[in-house]
C-alpha cells in the first residue's frame, strides 16, 4: 500500500518561515507534489519534486529526500492568504495518491 | 484559458436514486480524474480517463462509474446512494502522461445524500 503523512495542523505568524513535513510509505515513487487548498475552494498546483534537493517558486519552497522519504515544504514570509489546507501527493502506479493534510492559520 | 468546470455544483439526493456529475477538462488536456473529499478520508482517488479511456481505478465499489467522451469532457456516475457517498467530488485535468504531476482542479460538486 501507499501512504503519506502530514501533521494535521501547524500555526504560525504574519512575516514567520514554517515547514510542513511529509512522510511517505510507496511502492514505486515517482515523485512529491504539493497542492494548496483554501477553504471552500479546489485544490491548486504548488510544486513537484522529481529528484532529490530543493526547488524553490518564490515565497514557497519545496524538498525531497529520496533515501529518508520524506519531504516538506516550506512557506517564508506568511501572509494571511496563507491560511489553507496543504497536501502532499505522489504516483503510485499512476494513481495520484493524496496525504492526510495539514491545515496551516496564519495570524496577525 | 478557460480553467475546469464542474456541474453541478451542489446537489441533494436521497439514498437508493443515482447521480451524474459532470467535468469539463481546460482546453488541450486529455487526462481527467475524479477525486472524492470527506473530512474523516480526506482526497481519495475514484479514477482517471485518458483519451475515452478508463486508465486507473480506486478502491471504490462498482457503483461508482464514470466516462470520457471524445471532447475529452467526462461524467462520473453513482447508483444507489448510500448517506456515506455525502462528500466533495473533485475533477482534475492534465496534459496525460506530460506534466501529469500538475494536476488542474474543478471547483467541485458537493453532493448531500439524505
Known amino acids: 500500500g501507499q501512504s503519506l503523512e502530514q501533521p494535521s495542523e501547524v500555526t504560525a505568524v504574519e512575516g514567520a518561515i514554517v515547514q510542513i513535513n511529509c512522510t511517505y510509505q510507496t511502492s514505486g515513487f515517482y515523485g512529491l507534489s504539493w497542492y494548496q487548498q483554501h477553504d471552500g475552494g479546489a485544490p491548486t498546483f504548488l510544486s513537484y519534486n522529481a529528484l532529490d534537493g530543493l526547488e524553490e517558486t518564490g515565497r514557497f519552497s519545496s524538498f525531497l529526500s529520496r533515501s529518508d522519504s520524506y519531504g516538506y515544504l516550506l512557506l517564508q514570509e506568511l501572509q494571511m492568504k496563507d491560511s489553507a489546507s496543504y497536501f502532499c501527493?505522489?504516483?503510485?502506479?499512476?494513481?495520484?495518491?493524496f496525504g492526510t493534510g495539514t491545515r496551516l492559520q496564519v495570524f496577525p | 484559458k478557460a480553467g475546469v468546470t464542474q456541474t453541478p455544483r451542489y446537489l441533494i439526493k436521497t439514498r437508493g436514486q443515482q447521480v451524474t456529475l459532470s467535468c469539463s477538462p481546460i482546453s488541450g488536456h486529455r487526462s481527467v480524474s475524479w477525486y472524492q473529499q470527506t473530512p474523516g478520508q480526506g482526497l481519495q482517488f475514484l479514477f482517471e480517463?485518458?483519451?475515452?479511456?478508463?486508465?486507473n481505478k480506486g478502491n471504490f465499489p462498482g457503483r461508482f462509474s464514470g466516462r470520457q467522451f471524445s471532447n475529452s469532457r467526462s461524467e462520473m456516475n453513482v447508483s444507489t446512494l448510500e448517506l456515506g457517498d455525502s462528500a466533495l467530488y473533485l475533477c482534475?485535468?492534465?496534459?496525460?502522461?506530460?506534466?501529469?504531476?500538475?494536476?488542474?482542479f474543478g471547483p467541485g460538486t458537493r453532493l448531500t445524500v439524505t
Open positions: 482534475a485535468s492534465s496534459l496525460g502522461d506530460i506534466d501529469k504531476y500538475e494536476q488542474y
Open positions: 480517463y485518458f483519451s475515452e479511456t478508463q486508465r
Open positions: 501527493a505522489s504516483y503510485n502506479t499512476d494513481k495520484l495518491i
